[in-house]
């Protein structure tokens, strides 16, 4: 039999729990809708499909959201083979432990580093060191050093999950290392991994600081290479520019409600991701 006393705390903490999650709920809501009713009206067929008109005066978000396309593809193709290898590398190959030790350290603090400081480095690096100038690549490749510890940790908590039972196992059978990795470990994990590159890419949706210093500001409409080459600006710096710089906030609350739109979607893309293989491994 629990005490009055404990049963009093109990109670208390039941009821700051429900409080907490209530007003968080209540915030998380407030702040969805309070960016779709602003900006959902602002948004038209014509202002996703044009670039902006300085001699017209008509505003046009295209260029931005092939810019902010570009720039994750290009994040991407950079990003996943260097994060899933190193992860691989630290969890099946390495046998110092205090070297592995030690780049997951180096891995978390990266991780916890101010945007705005890797905008910094990436625009004395790429920009002005490697000569890359202000351009879309200079962005992707500051992001993909931003992004490469969040793909590199979920990958290797991934690879933890699959039972050592099933690599002994595949070794017992005469597989070597790498096809023991390729064809029994990542297929068992392989859902962790996706689910990091999807969670990345919404980080790459949402940055801005590191951009503004790398990627520019430019609104003019490129192919992929060209574009890449060129400096351009993504969704997020382009609704900084006409909030801050031109004060067109209909525009800026309208490219807002399409982030926060990509945002849920790439949310609720990663949870079906994840219980489309928890399924399909209980089968």
């Not at 968080?24 to 009713?37: D, K, N, Q, R, S």
């Not at 070297?99 to 920009?127: D, K, N, R």
């Not at 801005?208 to 409409?221: C, P, R, Y």
């Not at 400096?231 to 309208?254: C, D, H, I, M, R």
């Amino acid at each position: 039999m629990l005490s009055k006393k404990r049963k009093a705390y109990i109670g208390t903490m039941k009821t700051v729990m429900y409080i907490s999650t209530g007003l968080t709920a209540m915030l998380v809501i407030f702040l969805v809708a309070y960016v779709f009713i602003k900006g959902i009206p602002h948004i038209s067929w014509e202002l996703l499909s044009t670039k902006p008109s300085y001699i017209s005066g008509k505003t046009g978000i295209l260029p931005d959201i092939l810019n902010t396309l570009y720039i994750v593809i290009a994040t991407l193709v950079f990003v996943i083979p260097l994060g899933v290898g190193a992860a691989i590398y630290l969890t099946e190959y390495a046998k110092n432990k205090r070297l592995v030790s030690v780049i997951e350290y180096a891995a978390e603090t990266l991780s916890g580093i101010p945007s705005i400081i890797y905008g910094l480095v990436g625009m004395l690096f790429f920009c002005q060191f490697l000569g890359f100038k202000t351009s879309l690549l200079a962005g992707s490749l500051t992001l993909v050093i931003m992004n490469l510890p969040t793909v590199m940790r979920t990958t290797q908590e991934s690879l933890k999950t699959v039972p050592q039972s099933y690599r002994d196992g595949a070794f017992g059978l005469g597989a070597g290392k790498w096809r023991v990795i390729r064809t029994v470990v990542l297929p068992g994990c392989v859902n962790g991994v996706i689910t990091g590159c999807i969670l990345s890419i919404g980080r790459i949706l949402g940055e801005s600081a590191a951009l503004l210093f790398t990627a520019g500001f430019a609104h003019a409409l490129n192919g992929f290479f060209e574009g890449l080459t060129s400096p351009g600006a993504s969704l997020t710096v382009a609704l900084y520019v006409y909030a801050k710089e031109q004060g067109e906030f209909g525009v800026a609350f309208a490219i807002a409600a399409i982030l926060m739109i990509l945002t849920l979607l790439i949310n609720f893309s990663a949870t079906l991701v994840s219980r489309y293989f928890a399924k399909k491994r209980e089968l």
